[in-house]
Structure formats: structure tokens, C-alpha cells
């Protein structure tokens, strides 16, 4: 799997990392689809991440096309008081990362499912690329509709 906290090198990433001010990742470590959810590290355990939980899925390829690229899943958990929270997971461009996007596509409902993650589970294309992580929070962001939350 590719490095999501990556940025393209030049890329306008905000001064020493910082995250967008009311969106909240949580990387999900050693993740993988599975039929009810994604199934991902937690301490010495195991946690599902249930379809039901996320309420808006999207999918991007993140990097530059010369460079380092990753394909990033952000998967909307909801919102509170400091803004929305996600769960992240990626891949390297390929099969695996069709494949999640099959499972993700598969999992949600119509109304969940985000900008580009149709394109990537039937084309194995994204449509949407960022450079950096900052553009691709942005734009996941705007993106959420506004019966979400």
C-alpha cells in the first residue's frame, strides 16, 4: 500500500502537515473489504467498520503522475462538534485497488457512494486525482451532501 500522509513533493501542503480544520482522518491499518464492512487493525484486535456506519464513501488517486501516486479511500463516519470525522484507507493503482473500490461500491448505499468511486470499481480509473491530501480533503468535504451529518 501506498503512504496516504504522503504529499507530492511542491505540492501546496499546509505548513508542518496540518489537517484540514474541521475534517478528522483516522488511517485504518491493514485493512480489507470484507462482506459486512472493512476489517482493520485495532490495538492487538481486530475491528469491522460496518457499511452502515459510513455515510458517504469517495475515492480519489492522490500524487503526482510523475511521482509517488496512492489511490485514497476517505470514508465518512459523521459529524460532530470539531467537524467531520473519516476513516482512510488506500492502495497502490491496480487490481487491489479495484477491488476495494468493488467492495465499497458494493457495501454502501446509492446515496453514500461519492464522487469517483463508480468510476474506479467499473473502469478501475478514478475521476477524481489530487495532488496533495489537503485538495482531496477539500474537495471530499464539499462534496458530502448536505442531508448528511
Do not use: C
Not at 489537503?134 to 471530499?140: T, Y
Amino acid at each position: 500500500m501506498g503512504n496516504p500522509q504522503a504529499r507530492a513533493p511542491g505540492a501546496g501542503a499546509p505548513a508542518r502537515g496540518a489537517p484540514l480544520a474541521g475534517y478528522r482522518v483516522e488511517l485504518l491499518r491493514g485493512a480489507r473489504p470484507v462482506e459486512g464492512g472493512i476489517l482493520h487493525g485495532a490495538g492487538n484486535d481486530e475491528r469491522l467498520l460496518r457499511w452502515e456506519e459510513v455515510w458517504f464513501a469517495v475515492a480519489a488517486e492522490v500524487g503526482e503522475p510523475e511521482g509517488v501516486r496512492t489511490i485514497v479511500f476517505d470514508l465518512v463516519l459523521g459529524r460532530d462538534a470539531k467537524g467531520w470525522r473519516a476513516a482512510r484507507l488506500d492502495a497502490d493503482p491496480g487490481p487491489g485497488a479495484e477491488e476495494i473500490a468493488r467492495a465499497i461500491h458494493a457495501g454502501v448505499g446509492p446515496r453514500q457512494r461519492g464522487p469517483s468511486l463508480k468510476s474506479l470499481a467499473s473502469d478501475g480509473i478514478p475521476s477524481w486525482w489530487y495532488a496533495d491530501l489537503e485538495s482531496f480533503e477539500e474537495a471530499v468535504v464539499a462534496a458530502i451532501p448536505p442531508t448528511s451529518g
